[in-house]
């Protein structure tokens, strides 16, 4: 078949693949396109029939194509057109299968009989390599719905089921089928039909994910309590629900025995007062569960002393006569002895509770006996005590938690101070082992004081226990110090002990294995500065702070101190007053109260830090709370810093001096 320059030329140049084959299926023409998409030469295409082994043709589920269902063989045998077939070739050229669209023209004579066919092929392979991928997106999506351990539901705006997966479907023991189309009223047994609607609307219309706990209606008519986490999304512009549904009734029955359980606790506790052993050892038994106890017992009684401590603090401020400044330090000291007391408490819970955490700084030895020594020089002398110190040397330099080493060596000191009326403390220091990477160091607190009987030496290091554990013993204490002492050394990868003889003295030592290697991390100046009242008196006079704590106490407290150190103050009582006013006035700063009625400072810190003319605005948390967690999860809602009730005037100043000065420079 002879074609005209012109035509040849249009031909070779197109990105159509074309083929013109005979009736009995000979190649009588081809352009370079379709040579190349087919995988030889146009002089290697003429002649050939359709039916050559070079080549195969694959519909598009990958199925290898009879001679019948070529698309040459179906235009023969029909005498009609085709248009719009896709298929595959594969041959030797081409290491991968080309995907075209296939056209295919039959020509006649005058006498009807067929003369040639002009096939026609473009190349579609990203197109189907595209819709190959979507495919299998679509199917994976389907398996790891359909699959999810969660019943999931697919819901339209007008609350019927657009798609469910296995797991919803055995939930509620209903076939797919029926599902598909399903208004969620006719398994919804909380809610009618008008309130479902309205639910879905605020749930579009906030835009947020929202978790709930409500009853599904089986299809055999067994109801059960569920968990819904469900968020609005948009598909090519339709709005869905995304539900995801739990089945808790093992939880709920789990809960209902607890509270069973609890009750009958309860019962038999107010039967059994007089049984105070057994009820301790119980207590002992759960202590990890305590946590939240102990940190609403640290919120009820940090709060009231913020207020005793800082109303102490004014009234000295005021100006008080001698014997009135006596009362007063009896007041703050006895405020300090029940705040020491309550620390005490909070430490041995979080040791107990696995929420406690060393922290990582440079160790000097040197300097930690210097501290301790300046801490009881005081005492050392008003009891004419002679202090000594013995050391060996140590690989230096270390790195541990300083502050806790500091701290156990004065629990040890000021034990010793307490239980000895003449004679000397020796500070002892000695190294035990290193490798290359550690060292186990020992510190010893001898005294030549009381002693202690051997019968009691094996109970000294639990906790609530003392020497003399009698209402009238002389020397007071919790019994805490000791047992803190112990767990604090086993963090450290050391131990805790102590020997002694009745009348002579004892001796109380800890060990802790220090890596050896400066701190990589920078120090962080920890001192406030004694002037930071005067300072914001004098470059911060004026600002306004708002102030969040749902007691009037402490209320009165803190803006008096804030007022008399130059400072406006506006006061809210809960989260949702302070809401309010930060959406009506700009702040320097914001102290906010974390438990409060109506809504907790964490709640309402969320809500200013995202919608309000102060989410910029530096926010100190003031909790009674002083757990590792509160800081953290005050941090987490968007807080600057945190102060534990009570709060020292002079760190409350200082604390706030610091973030007007970092929001000055922001």
Not at 110 to 136: G, M, N, P, W
Not at 214 to 240: C, H, K, M, Q, Y
């Amino acid at each position: 078949m002879q074609f005209d320059g012109s035509a040849s030329s249009i031909l070779n140049v197109l990105s159509t693949g074309v083929v013109i084959h005979a009736a009995d299926t000979r190649i009588l023409y081809s352009n370079p396109r379709a040579a190349q998409l087919l995988g030889l030469t146009t002089d290697q295409l003429l002649g050939r029939t359709a039916m050559d082994p070079r080549w195969r043709f694959l519909d598009e589920q990958g199925r290898v194509l009879t001679v019948a269902e070529y698309p040459i063989s179906r235009v023969i045998s029909s005498r009609h057109c085709l248009e719009g077939l896709v298929l595959g070739i594969e041959s030797p050229l081409h290491p991968e299968c080309v995907w075209v669209m296939v056209n295919a023209t039959p020509y006649f004579d005058q006498a009807e009989t067929l003369t040639h066919v002009c096939i026609d092929f473009y190349d579609v392979s990203r197109q189907k390599s595209l819709e190959l991928d979507l495919r299998r997106q679509t199917r994976r999506y389907q398996m790891l719905m359909r699959n999810a351990s969660d019943g999931i539901c697919i819901l339209n705006v007008d609350g019927v089921v657009e798609e469910v997966s296995d797991s919803f479907c055995a939930m509620l023991a209903y076939p797919r089928e029926h599902l598909m189309g399903m208004h969620i009223s006719e398994w919804d047994a909380s809610l009618s039909k008008d309130e479902l609607a309205t639910g879905i609307e605020t749930t579009i219309a906030e835009g947020m994910r929202i978790q709930f706990e409500t009853l599904r209606r089986r299809s055999d008519g067994v109801i059960i309590p569920v968990e819904v986490s469900a968020a609005p999304f948009e598909v090519d512009g339709e709005v869905l629900i995304f539900a995801a549904t739990r089945d808790i009734s093992e939880r709920k029955a789990a809960e209902a025995e607890r509270l069973n359980y609890q009750s009958e606790l309860e019962r038999q506790v107010v039967m059994r007062t007089a049984e105070l052993t057994q009820a301790k050892n119980e207590a002992d038994a759960a202590s990890v569960a305590k946590s939240a106890f102990l940190a609403n017992m640290s919120h009820e009684i940090r709060t009231p002393l913020h207020a005793v401590l800082g109303m102490a603090h004014l009234i000295r401020r005021a100006g008080l006569s001698e014997d009135q400044n006596r009362r007063m330090d009896t007041l703050q000291a006895s405020s300090n002895h029940l705040l020491n007391v309550i620390n005490a408490i909070l430490e041995l819970s979080k040791i107990e509770s696995g929420k406690f955490e060393l922290d990582e700084s440079d160790v000097n030895v040197d300097e930690l006996l210097s501290h301790v020594t300046s801490m009881i020089q005081d005492r050392l002398q008003s009891k004419g005590l002679i202090l000594k110190t013995d050391f060996t040397h140590l690989p230096s330099p270390l790195h541990g938690d300083a502050t806790r080493i500091q701290q156990a060596l004065l629990n040890y000191a000021s034990n010793a101070i307490k239980f000895t009326d003449e004679g000397s403390i020796t500070f002892r220091v000695s190294l035990v082992e290193e490798d290359d990477s550690s060292a186990l160091i020992r510190f010893e607190v001898q005294d030549t004081g009381i002693g202690i009987a051997a019968d009691v030496m094996p109970r000294l290091f639990s906790a609530f226990e003392q020497a003399d554990n009698s209402s009238t013993r002389k020397y007071g204490g919790t019994g805490l110090g000791l047992a803190i002492t112990r767990k604090i050394a086993t963090l450290m990868g050391g131990d805790a002990g102590a020997h002694s003889i009745l009348g002579v003295g004892s001796t109380f030592w800890f060990t802790a294995r220090l890596r050896k290697g400066f701190n990589s991390k920078e120090q962080q100046p920890t001192d406030l500065h004694l002037m930071a009242e005067e300072i914001l008196s004098r470059d911060h006079a004026g600002k306004r702070i708002l102030l969040v704590d749902d007691e009037p106490f402490n209320r009165l407290v803190t803006q008096s101190l804030l007022e008399e150190a130059g400072l406006q103050v506006d006061l809210a009582h809960d989260g949702r007053m302070a809401i309010h006013l930060a959406h009506e006035q700009r702040y320097h700063l914001i102290l906010m109260d974390i438990q409060m009625p109506n809504m907790t400072g964490l709640e309402a810190t969320r809500d200013i830090r995202t919608q309000s003319m102060n989410a910029q605005t530096p926010i100190i948390a003031m909790t009674g709370n002083a757990f590792d967690d509160d800081r953290r999860t005050s941090l987490d809602a968007g807080m600057n810093d945190l102060l534990a009730k009570p709060v020292d005037p002079i760190v409350l100043f200082g604390t706030i001096l610091h973030w007007l000065n970092e929001s000055a420079v922001n």
